[in-house]
């Protein structure tokens, strides 16, 4: 029955009851060497020995005596303590197998102070043989329990750990993805109180309190982010923050991820049961997998914006290319270019030309404040009205002020339009324009020999209701005359000293290329341009040109 | 895709709740608001009956831990009843049978909450 039981406790039993019944002794007791400590220890004792099961007898390091079967309490001085000297007990068996030394059956003399005969000697001495073995075997059973019980917690681990992955590999909401981490920190670890702290637009942010009251201060957290161990226990901690200590937090565990960090802070656990290295790792895995399944929905929430963005533009570039003239008018005498080179985001430049009879012909060109939808919105706006107008034939400055007065009334107060048109009257090439608030045209005047600016006009569209009228330019065209209106894509485009293209390098080239084609010019200007920034322009670069020819 | 049900029901002055299938990560949620249900109702004596629930992962142990200690402070309990050998052990494994009456059969938990209110 001994040899079969797997329970130390049962063998230690009943092996004191056995010797003492059989042998009729007052007190016995079993020492046997620790599984963990390694130490000597009272595991049963019997009878008034005044030692204490579970008492510790001596130090892991000392060395005990197994080369004998039997030995007497004197060969222990100075080895085992005084109370085992004060037990009364007095004859130490040796519990040993062939390969371990397990401990000693410990018996005091027999009731009635008779020694004890050789044959009961000889008889406990081959009982302790066969109990030694069945200790040894129920050790070897229980390390094995706790081998596998060990086991079954580090393939839970792993479960917990895959379970959370697929699960937040399927989720994009924050807040469900938060729960699952919170149930599954709870469940795991067997805690209640934590926090997980975290940059959100980069502000540290407490994203999970659990349990916790009170607040944690901005400097504070920006502290614990910069906490340089994988994990730490408070009490290890220089002058933990109020918040830790009120609400009991143990420990704090670090997440990173790139130049991203996190903190996990945990009380402890509800069975008050201490974290082991093992549990601090699993605590990382977890931590990590939550903190990077975080960032995951920020990248995808900002991918997804920027898609969005992307195709707002798509369609702002489509609105803003139907609006062009295409094909540009051609109508005698002039010779016509117009180009519009987009820059990466979609800008607010418009140009258009328009014959609204055979005789007068229109020529606009506007910058638009903001980009995307709306500039191209409002641009529309413009255009529409442009195109209604123009047929009447009304007074330039009277219809100026009136499209202002619309676009101030439609737009909100910080958008404005610069804007600049003007009408050729084909038979008389006399040129009206109206400049509101629009980059100066340069005109090369062909008779005078010599550049003019054209500025006549008023304030930007949109700006204020319309209280001063708009003033008109008026100029009688001759052959060679050409007028180039322009946005500031190009006069402010930039090189690398941060210096403006400016309006006089645009007035010097017209001046030197005045005689060949408008197209001619335009390019000259083009190509001069992105020699200066490189390439590197950041706005619309927008033309209208028209030069006059032989009539 | 989860197979996973809970039924709830009334035994005295006790609530019981029926689980069935997989308490997971993805159905964890389901028990939270079935729970946060009975407390907002003033019930507090809950029972949850695991008879025909197969499998239980951490995130769903950690829905009872999160009820627990509010439910005991507002006078009641959750007696866990009726589990399976491998649910079981994993309550075990981490620790729960400290802190948590489980318990073989739901008549036995009943009267024990029965008993204490009397």
Redesign the interface.
Known sequence: MLIESHDPEFVVNNLLLIVMGKLLTPKAAIFLTGEQSGALYVAGSKGRTGLKKGQQLCSPRTSLPFEKSLYRLHEFENVLPEPVHQSGLDIFFSIRTSSEHLGYLCIAPKTGKGNYPETELDFIENLVIISAVALSNSFLVSRLKAANRELDQKVQELNTLFDISREFNAMVDRSQMLNVFRFTLMGQMFVRRFFFLMKLEDRPQLIIQQGLKGTLGMEDKEKLLEMDTEYMEISDMDDPPDFLKDNQIFALIRMSFQDERAVLGISKRANQQPYTLSDYNFLISLGNLAFLSIQKTFLLESRIEKERMEEELTIARTIQNTLFPSPLPKPKPLDISATNVPSRQVGGDYYDVLCSDERNLYLAIADLTGKGIPASLLMANLQAMLHVLSPLQLDMSETTGKINDIIFKNTPSDKFISFFWGRIDLENLEFQYCNAGHNPPVYWNAKKQKIELLSTGGMLLGALSTFVAYEQGTIELGEGDVVLMFTDGISEAMNENEEEFGEERIADILASHHHETSQQIQQHIVDEVKTFCKGNYGDDMTMLIFKVGPS | MSNFDIRSRQKESVEILDLSGEL???T??DL?KEITTLIDAGKYNIIVNFTSLEYI??????????YI?ELRELGGDIKLTNMKEGVY??FD????P??YDIMDDEAEAVKKFNNASA
């Open positions: 997971d990560a993805h964890a949620p939270e992962s951490s995130a769903g142990l950690g829905v009872f831990m999160a200690e052990n994993v494994l981490l620790g729960f400290t802190l």
